[in-house]
Structures are given as structure tokens and as C-alpha cells.
């Protein structure tokens, strides 16, 4: 079996500083890794996903991803973040392509002026 | 396309009542699955479906039914209702499984007295 782990449940951000979210797995085989976010009052929408391939993975609103195979990571960036930014962002892992959807507890990102 | 969605929004029970929560989506996709949310425990899969059918538990069944008669309809029932059920309700869909991208609905918020 797999699982997640989010090291962060918040993260304070300045608009315009860079903001990273840390997010571990664990799991004995191969794994596809993925960044939903779900802004306040909404359900959650793809921000970018690891298949294969390249380990940098560049996602929707400048947000990237890099796969550390070695360290488990599958850590979010953003170089410059705004105030519709302020969301909540879930990391989530399966090991095959039928297989369900195991999601990390949450990194709730506020971002202030 | 209107994508998934999901009724009622917002739901108020008392404890035994049952209840259905509905699901639908006009994309085509054979999978479908209903996750609860909790604060500080992410998502967590209850039942998913991999076709007209065909129903599987996920990680915390318990309490709740499924049934899948068309590809675009996948109904939740809970049986008896409980209070550790108060929690809020997402459906989501994809065209396989957890390995594609997963549209979720807006979610039901449901508080169980």
C-alpha cells in the first residue's frame, strides 16, 4: 500500500515570494504522483502530475513539480505567487493507472499583501 | 458539458435518517468514486466504480452504499446516519482510474445531528 505525507499544514506567504510544498510518499513499487488544489468553497482541480519521464513537471498557473525518486519527494513550487493563489493544495499517489487515489491531509496556503 | 455534478449542496440529518446523495456526469468516463473530507485528513475514497456495474470499497465504506446502473449516474447512500458522517462529500470521475485526471464535483456538505 501507499501513502502521503504533507509536512506542512499551512504555509504563510508574502505576494511575490516564492512558496514550496513538501510532499513524501511511501510505496514499494513505481507511482503516479499528483498536485490538486482546491480554492475556498470549490472541489478540487489538476494542477500537474507525474507519470513518467522528465522529473520536472510544469503544471497550470506557474506552478512545477519535481520528482526525487531517491528522496520519495514530490515537492510543489511557484517562484512568484498572488493572492488568488490562497488555496488548499493536495498531493496524491496511485501505483497503477485503475488503481485508487491515496491523498495527503492538506497544505493550506494563505497568501497576504 | 456541465462536467460532474452533485446534489443537494448543503444537508442537515438527524441521527438513522438514510439519504442519497447524487452524482452525475456527461463526460463519458467509466470511473467514478466519492471521497469525504475532513479537516486535516485530506480525502479519503469511500466507494469507486470502474464501469456500469461494477462497485468497489475504498478506504472507509462502512455506512454507505453504491450502485452504478448507468455509466452517468453514481448515487451515495447512507443508511443510517451518523454524526461521525458529518463531513463534506466529493464525487469525481475520469476516463480510467486513479492515474488520469480526476474532475471532481462541488461537493455536498453534510451535517448529521
Known amino acids: 500500500a501507499q501513502s502521503v505525507t504533507q509536512l506542512d499544514s499551512q504555509v504563510p506567504v508574502f505576494e511575490e515570494a516564492p512558496v514550496e510544498l513538501r510532499c513524501n510518499y511511501s510505496?514499494?513499487?513505481?507511482?503516479?504522483l499528483f498536485w490538486y488544489v482546491q480554492y475556498p468553497n470549490q472541489g478540487l482541480q489538476l494542477l500537474l502530475k507525474?507519470?513518467?519521464?522528465?522529473?520536472l513537471v510544469k503544471g497550470i498557473n506557474g506552478f512545477e513539480a519535481e520528482f526525487n525518486k531517491s528522496q520519495t519527494s514530490f515537492h510543489l513550487r511557484k517562484p512568484s505567487v498572488h493572492i488568488s493563489d490562497t488555496a488548499e493544495y493536495f498531493c496524491?499517489?496511485?501505483?497503477?493507472?485503475?488503481?485508487?487515489?491515496?491523498f495527503g491531509a492538506g497544505t493550506q496556503v494563505v497568501v497576504t499583501p | 458539458n456541465a462536467g460532474v455534478t452533485q446534489t443537494p449542496k448543503f444537508q442537515v440529518l438527524k441521527t438513522g435518517q438514510s439519504m442519497t446523495l447524487q452524482c452525475a456526469q456527461d463526460?463519458?468516463?467509466?470511473?467514478m468514486s466519492w471521497y469525504r473530507q475532513d479537516p486535516g485528513m485530506g480525502l479519503r475514497l469511500i466507494h469507486y466504480?470502474?464501469?456500469?456495474?461494477?462497485?468497489d470499497q475504498g478506504e472507509v465504506p462502512n455506512g454507505y452504499n453504491v450502485s452504478r446502473s448507468t455509466t452517468e449516474d453514481f448515487p451515495l447512500r447512507l443508511l443510517s446516519a451518523a454524526p461521525s458522517q458529518t463531513s463534506v462529500y466529493f464525487c469525481?470521475?475520469?476516463?480510467?482510474?486513479?492515474?488520469?485526471?480526476?474532475?471532481f464535483g462541488p461537493g455536498t456538505r453534510l451535517t448529521v445531528l
Open positions: 507525474y507519470l513518467s519521464g522528465s522529473t
Open positions: 469525481a470521475s475520469s476516463y480510467t482510474g486513479g492515474a488520469d485526471t480526476q474532475y
Open positions: 510505496s514499494s513499487v513505481s507511482v503516479y
Open positions: 496524491a499517489v496511485t501505483t497503477d493507472s485503475w488503481g485508487k487515489l491515496q
Open positions: 463526460m463519458n468516463h467509466e470511473y
Open positions: 466504480s470502474v464501469g456500469a456495474g461494477i462497485t
